[in-house]
């Protein structure tokens, strides 16, 4: 049988969640053909027993991270690839049959890109769909593109293939980063004019559960400012007015603030008042002055504040008990 003609080598951080990631190896596997093989690399930096064994049922190359996070998981994937390109793959998520092919067949004939993304369909936990396909285009000017990456636009990097090279050209993930990693690396790849896209569906991904992961948010938001200041001071030129700026910075932190408004309402109505007090004060900490405006314009916010913070709020007045 001749040798396929490209190899991908797909890199899968993973940390103790063995049934995900059986299913995402699977996923990969199910691209394969004649014109594709994929050298899959686990980078694993957590504790499960089964890891090494899921890996090695799929033909992976099992490889221990010696430091906690998902930069340390990918790295050791990306010094040990030996194929012509490098996707990635998180464990938690699916690749889409469709994956890779209109990638590679973009960047052949695009020989100054580095790397292409393509769509993710986000789901729910049992990976049914919860809306088309995202996004629907990406600019192609590139200081748009850059604008777009600092103002709240996260491609997904299940969703990347880039060209071997680009682990030269761009270096590996920051490991002081535990959150926004993957956004840092891509800017480093958007900054050199070399990101292009392709409208062609490709991953899975799993949304987490509402108040699933509040201290994981809560942790991130630190991690997505550096990213944003390191790249947008450096590329201040892509400003038209420091109104501009002030939007993008806006955007990039949004989805944490809206995530923990959204949590404190939740919470309220549920009656788990420290729970809707650490949202609230999350919150502020993203945005104050938005945080204090919105207590005064909406209802739903004010309601849950009060709620929280005033226990008794909300209750009938002793005078206005009915008598016996």
Known sequence: MPEAKNKVSVIVPTCDRPAL???????????????LICEILVGDNGAALETPAIAKEFGAVYLKASTRGPS??????LRAATGQYIAFLDDDDVWLP???RPQI????????????????????????PLGPPWPD????????????????????????????????????????????????????????NSL???????LLFRLKPQGSYDA???????????????????EWRIWRSPLDFAKAYSGTLWHFYQYFVDAAIARAACGERFRAICAIGA?????????????????????????????????????DMPTS
């Open 21 to 35: 990631l059986r299913q995402a190896l699977a996923s990969i596997r199910t691209i394969e053909g004649p014109d």
């Open 72 to 77: 340390a998981a990918r790295n050791v994937g």
């Open 98 to 100: 469709e994956n890779v």
């Open 105 to 128: 067949a973009c960047l052949e004939l695009n020989r100054h890109l580095d790397a292409v993304i393509c769509q993710a369909v986000y789901t729910d936990q049992n990976l049914a």
């Open 137 to 192: 285009v990406v600019p192609r000017d590139n200081n748009q593109l850059l604008r777009k990456m600092l103002g709240g636009f996260f491609p997904q990097i299940g969703t990347v293939l880039a060209r071997a090279s680009a682990r030269d050209l761009v270096g590996e993930f920051d490991e002081s980063l535990i959150g926004g990693e993957d956004l840092d690396w891509l800017l480093r790849i958007a900054r050199r």
């Open 196 to 202: 292009g896209f392709v409208a062609t569906p490709g």
């Open 216 to 234: 994981l948010q809560r942790g991130r938001i630190k991690y997505d400012r550096r990213v944003f200041f390191r790249h947008a001071l450096s």
């Open 283 to 319: 919150a502020f900490s993203v945005f104050p002055l938005r945080a204090t405006y919105h207590l005064v314009v909406q209802r739903p916010f004010r309601r849950a504040f009060c709620s929280a913070i005033l226990p008794r709020w909300g209750q009938p007045h002793r005078s």
